[in-house]
């Protein structure tokens, strides 16, 4: 598909943490958004935060995204898709609850493109490395051709019993190769291409509404915990700053080569301590034990260097993400 440098893009689930920073960056680069929310009340703040935007912003209501044809209407007349909208959580006791929101509302959006989204030309998945990445028994890299198959292979034969991590894992994993199963069942009928983008956990400064600290989103929840609350520095994963994920949604409209591809979007592989670490001098932050990080044998790792090669994406630093976190906790009294 040829590049897209301009036009409508629908953000599906537009209030969530990372679906509200690809909201703001794609309006910042000329674009004209319109996102879903499930209420009109979730989209009363978004209204606000790009009311300077004026009519190149605009929200539409789809109630329960596992609905057929909750999109069709949503998906008329733009030009391009970014698919957020999937349920992100540990707490799910029946594996349904995450599947089928995650495989129905992606299976879903694709089939009102097919059937309604006449001037559509690419639609951008917001995946995760839970579909890349499977629990090793010795440390291992992992690139975009990996798949998550031990989760799904879990959750297959334990339900309920899977673990929490197994769940969300196969919810994200199903999702996405639905949507590539998807695509190349019908590619001869529609006009359309799709792109995955798998990030880890996000971090950063919030823009979407929240009431709390302990009203946020997952990756936001630990990254505060880790910092308040003793004896959360504990750990290892991957990261990334929300306004790099947000920018690849865009720089994957416009690279016309990213068509067709997964795409791993991580800043690299960290321990929780390093969060600490990573904090301004003047923090008045729990400190942990600083440099406990530094002898971290992470078992999983990704290669990223795809997203610099196809995308040009250049990474904020963990010191960066960190103190502007941080500037946004202050500001907003917590």
Request: zero cysteines; aromatic letters at 4%.
């Given at each position: 598909m040829p590049a897209i440098t301009s036009g409508k893009v629908l953000v599906s689930g537009a209030n969530g943490f990372i679906a509200v920073w690809v909201v703001r960056s794609l309006l910042e680069q000329g674009y004209s958004v319109r996102g879903t929310v499930r209420s009109a009340d979730k989209g009363k703040h978004l209204k606000e935060v790009f009311a300077s935007y004026g009519d190149k912003f605009e929200v539409v209501e789809v109630p329960d995204i596992t609905v057929e044809g909750a999109f069709d209407d949503a998906v008329k007349g733009v030009?391009?898709?970014?698919?957020?909208?999937?349920p992100f959580h540990f707490k799910a006791e029946d594996p349904a609850e995450l599947l089928e929101p995650a495989?129905?509302?992606t299976v879903g959006i694709l089939e009102s493109a097919r059937k309604h989204g006449t001037s559509v030309k690419r639609v951008i998945i917001t995946s995760s490395v839970a579909a890349v990445l499977s629990v090793p028994s010795s440390p291992q890299v992992f690139t975009e051709?990996?798949?998550n198959d031990q989760a799904v292979k879990e959750?297959?034969?334990?339900?309920?019993?899977?673990?929490?991590?197994?769940?969300y894992r196969a919810s994200k994993t199903l999702a996405e190769r639905a949507a590539w199963d998807f695509h190349s069942k019908h590619k001869a009928e529609v006009a359309w291409d799709v792109v995955a983008l798998n990030p880890p956990m996000v971090f950063g400064p919030i823009i979407?509404?929240?009431?709390?600290?302990?009203?946020?989103?997952?990756?936001?929840?630990?990254?505060y915990d880790v910092f308040t609350k003793e004896g959360s520095a504990v750990g290892?994963?991957?990261?990334?700053?929300?306004?790099?994920?947000a920018l690849a949604h865009v720089l994957g409209l416009q690279k016309e080569e990213a068509g067709g591809e997964r795409i791993i979007i991580s800043a690299g592989a960290f321990s929780f301590?390093?969060?600490?670490?990573?904090?301004?001098?003047?923090?008045?932050?729990?400190?942990?034990?600083?440099?406990?990080?530094k002898d971290t044998v992470h078992q999983i790792r990704f290669?990223?260097?795809?997203?610099?090669?196809?995308?040009?994406?250049?990474?904020h630093t963990m010191a960066e993400t960190v103190a502007d976190t941080l500037e946004d906790w202050e500001k907003k009294g917590w």
């Open positions: 030009d391009a898709i970014e698919h957020t909208a999937s495989v129905k509302g051709a990996d798949w959750v297959e034969e334990k339900g309920r019993e899977a673990s929490n991590a197994a769940k979407h509404e929240v009431s709390s600290p302990h009203a946020q989103n997952t990756s936001s929840q630990t990254m290892s994963g991957s990261w990334v700053d929300v306004r790099d994920i301590q390093d969060l600490l670490d990573a904090a301004p001098p003047s923090s008045k932050h729990l400190k942990g034990t600083p440099g406990a990080g290669n990223a260097d795809k997203s610099v090669r196809l995308l040009g994406l250049k990474y």
